[in-house]
Structure formats: C-alpha cells, structure tokens
C-alpha cells in the first residue's frame, strides 16, 4: 500500500487499485475490509504500533523529549507520513488508529512518573499538547521537525 501511496494522491487510492497492486479479486478486499478507510486503520494500527520503545531515563522531562523525538523521526519517514495523510483523509477511524499506540506509549509515561511520586498531566491534555502540534507539523505543513523545535515543544509543555 505504501507504493501506491507513493505512486499518486491518497484520493485516487481504492480497494479495487489495492486488489490490482495485490493481484486478487476486489470482493476479497470488500468482504475483509468493506472500505478503503478499514483498511486503511488496519494498516495504520499496524504501521504505527509498538515501534516506539517507551523510555525510562528516571525523569519526566527526559523520558518525553526522547519520546517525542522518537515519534517526529517516525513522522519524517516517507512511507509513514504518506500513510498519516491518507489515514487522515480518509476518516476518523484510520486516524484514531494511527495515533491509538503513541497515546497508551504516552500514558505510560505519565503513569511511571506518577509511580516515582512525581506529578504528570493527564494523557488527553499531554497529547493535544504534544502530539497534535507533531501531527499538524508533519501532515499540514511543509515546516521540519528539526531536534531543537521538538526540545522547546516539551520544555513549553512542562513549563
């Protein structure tokens, strides 16, 4: 799938030019998957799950700034960031799928941080400030993520 998002616009992404890429009949994707965006979530939740490893420096402030730096050099890869703009475009579920991971990565943060006697935002409000303007960054803009802006977004969220 990564190919033909690399190939044209997510927009003229379908399940029967999947099923041709594939090799297999359309109605094998329709009865699996019903839609575009479905399979779409499946590869997202598959693409964005468990390839970020959870740090634990022993400090909140270390543990986010690796975390999320970690999350912006997966938003610079071509293939993932194709895949964001399609799940994006295609509905909420896709979208919701792709960002289902970092937030359980996130609340395990937050949680650790508790746990050694600390206090820690809620993982709503540490996403909409952390990861939404990663997300807008990567997926709207044409602007970088460059180490020192992800650095000053986690010392603007702990301040």
């Known amino acids: 799938m990564t190919e033909l998002l690399a190939d044209g616009p997510a927009e003229a992404l379908t399940l029967p030019v999947i099923a041709d890429r594939a090799g297999v009949h359309p109605t094998t994707l329709y ?3 019903g839609s575009t965006a479905d399979l779409l979530a499946d590869v997202a939740t598959s693409r964005f799950s468990g390839d970020l490893v959870v740090p634990d420096t022993g400090s909140l402030r270390d543990d986010l700034k690796r975390w999320t730096m970690d999350v ?3 938003l610079t890869d071509p293939d993932g ?3 964001m703009r399609a799940a994006v475009g295609s509905g909420a579920g896709a ?3 792709c960002m289902a991971d970092r937030h359980a ?6 949680d650790r ?3 050694r006697g600390g206090t ?5 409000w540490a996403a909409d400030a952390l990861l939404g303007p990663l997300m807008y960054r990567a997926v709207f803009t044409n602007n970088s993520l460059e180490p020192s802006w992800v ?3 986690v010392e603007s969220f702990l301040a």
């Open 31 to 33: 009865r699996r998957w």
């Open 72 to 74: 912006a050099t997966d």
């Open 81 to 83: 960031l194709a895949l």
């Open 95 to 97: 979208s919701r799928a």
């Open 105 to 110: 990565q996130l609340a395990a943060i937050l």
């Open 113 to 115: 941080e508790r746990a």
């Open 120 to 124: 820690a935002p809620e993982v709503e």
């Open 151 to 153: 650095d000053d977004l």
